[in-house]
């Protein structure tokens, strides 16, 4: 299956999800009068996408330059581009400064971190790379057999790259010493990339994010230019609800990038537009759309923009 083929299928798994409002908004008549134009709002709200950014979305939409007689294809097309083109800020993939390159994995509880490091490390090791996956989530002892049961199937999944895990070294170990024994295996080894799993901690938790800093400064007493990226992974499924979130953690730790993940299933994928509206918005560098391994790919604005306004990806 395409990559485009399974955002279409995760944004369309909800029987209350965007592309069917926005279908039904259409639906109405090729031609954009108002009822249309109210409908398609009502659609964008309800996908998360803010007031304003429906308001100006629309606003371009009767600017835009419409074929006449106009179908309801070309319509949704129109729309696609201008989401697309708004989106495009976001769309930017990780990159590989170092060797080895340390990327810190943050978020609120059950985000999706230690999922979407197993999937990145799988992916990462089927290119030939070797990762190193720092188990730096000492909060439970579940957490590390989890992260376990994820990086032997991603080791075991090629032959050309690997995945090794290092765990804390004693239950209950400081999470900075995990990350720090991490690099260190990584720069011996002469692995590619280390991931950080960290513990899920609330965003107005002003302890727990503290913590963070500190597993920096454990990193950076190995390599000054560590970590090469902080990532937050946010779920989805909260819609606008993540952009304080951002704000929170990017207050204790600079944070160089996003990951969004469950985006099958919700109702709320248009959030990306509020996102991408912010100033300064930060880089969606990965999103996830399912639970499997091949569920997690780059951010393509016109494949999501596509996907969300149920442009059939067949064609
Ligand atoms: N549907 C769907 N589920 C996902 C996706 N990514 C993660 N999940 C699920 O979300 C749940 C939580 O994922 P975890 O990776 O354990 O989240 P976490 O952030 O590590 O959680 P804590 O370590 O407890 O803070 C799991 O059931 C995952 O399978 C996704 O893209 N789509
Ligand atoms: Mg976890």
Same mark, same amino acid.
């Not at 369309?12 to 090729?30: D, L, P, R």
């Not at 340390?102 to 197993?118: D, E, F, H, M, Y």
């Not at 970590?227 to 979130?245: E, F, I, K, N, R």
């Given at each position: 299956?395409?990559?485009?083929?399974?955002?279409?299928?995760?944004?369309?798994?909800?029987?209350?999800?965007?592309?069917?409002?926005?279908?039904?908004?259409?639906?109405?008549?090729?031609?954009?009068?108002?009822?249309?134009?109210?409908?398609?709002?009502?659609?964008?709200?309800?996908?998360?996408?803010?007031?304003?950014?429906?308001?100006?979305?629309?606003?371009?939409?009767?600017?835009?330059?419409?074929?006449?007689?106009?179908?309801?294809?070309?319509?949704?097309?129109?729309?696609?581009?201008?989401?697309?083109?708004?989106?495009?800020?976001?769309?930017?993939?990780?990159?590989?400064?170092?060797?080895?390159?340390?990327?810190?994995?943050?978020?609120?509880?059950?985000?999706?971190?230690?999922?979407?490091?197993?999937?990145? %490390? #799988?992916?990462?090791? /089927? *290119?030939?790379? $070797?990762?190193?996956?720092?188990?730096? &989530? !000492?909060?439970?002892?579940? @957490?590390?057999?989890?992260?376990?049961?994820?990086?032997?199937?991603?080791?075991?999944?090629?032959?050309?790259?690997?995945?090794?895990?290092?765990?804390?070294?004693?239950?209950?170990?400081?999470?900075?010493?995990?990350?720090? %024994? #991490?690099?260190?295996? /990584? *720069?011996?080894? $002469?692995?590619?990339?280390?991931?950080? &799993? !960290?513990?899920?901690?609330? @965003?107005?938790?002003?302890?727990?994010?503290?913590?963070?800093?500190?597993?920096?400064?454990?990193?950076?007493?190995?390599?000054?230019?560590?970590?090469?990226?902080?990532?937050?992974?946010?779920?989805?499924?909260?819609?606008?609800?993540?952009?304080?979130?951002?704000?929170?953690? $990017?207050?204790?730790?600079?944070?160089?990038?996003?990951?969004?993940?469950?985006?099958?299933?919700?109702?709320?994928?248009?959030?990306?537009?509020?996102?991408?509206?912010?100033?300064?918005?930060?880089?969606?560098?990965?999103?996830?759309?399912?639970?499997?391994?091949?569920?997690?790919?780059?951010?393509?604005?016109?494949?999501?923009?596509?996907?969300?306004?149920?442009?059939?990806?067949?064609?």
């Amino acid at each position: 299956m395409s990559w485009l083929s399974r955002i279409t299928a995760g944004l369309t798994k909800s029987a209350a999800n965007v592309t069917e409002g926005i279908k039904q908004a259409i639906g109405i008549a090729a031609k954009l009068d108002d009822a249309t134009l109210e409908a398609l709002e009502e659609a964008l709200i309800a996908a998360d996408t803010s007031l304003p950014v429906a308001q100006a979305l629309l606003k371009d939409l009767k600017k835009a330059k419409l074929p006449d007689p106009l179908t309801q294809e070309a319509l949704k097309q129109a729309l696609a581009d201008l989401i697309a083109a708004r989106l495009q800020p976001l769309a930017q993939p990780l990159s590989f400064p170092a060797s080895p390159t340390v990327i810190l994995v943050a978020g609120v509880n059950g985000a999706g971190k230690t999922t979407t490091i197993g999937k990145l %490390a #799988a992916q990462w090791a /089927a *290119q030939g790379k $070797h990762v190193v996956v720092a188990a730096a &989530d !000492t909060f439970r002892a579940a @957490a590390v057999a989890q992260l376990k049961v994820w990086t032997d199937r991603a080791d075991a999944s090629t032959k050309k790259g690997s995945v090794s895990i290092v765990p804390p070294a004693k239950e209950g170990a400081d999470s900075a010493s995990v990350a720090y %024994a #991490a690099l260190e295996k /990584a *720069q011996n080894e $002469h692995a590619d990339i280390v991931l950080i &799993d !960290t513990a899920g901690r609330l @965003a107005n938790r002003a302890d727990l994010l503290a913590e963070l800093p500190k597993l920096n400064r454990a990193l950076q007493k190995q390599d000054a230019t560590a970590p090469h990226h902080t990532l937050l992974v946010l779920d989805a499924t909260l819609g606008q609800s993540t952009l304080p979130q951002v704000a929170e953690f $990017h207050k204790q730790i600079p944070l160089t990038g996003l990951i969004v993940t469950k985006l099958d299933g919700t109702a709320k994928a248009g959030f990306l537009l509020a996102l991408a509206a912010q100033p300064n918005p930060l880089p969606v560098v990965a999103i996830g759309v399912g639970e499997s391994l091949d569920d997690l790919g780059p951010f393509e604005p016109s494949a999501f923009a596509a996907a969300l306004v149920g442009i059939d990806s067949a064609k």
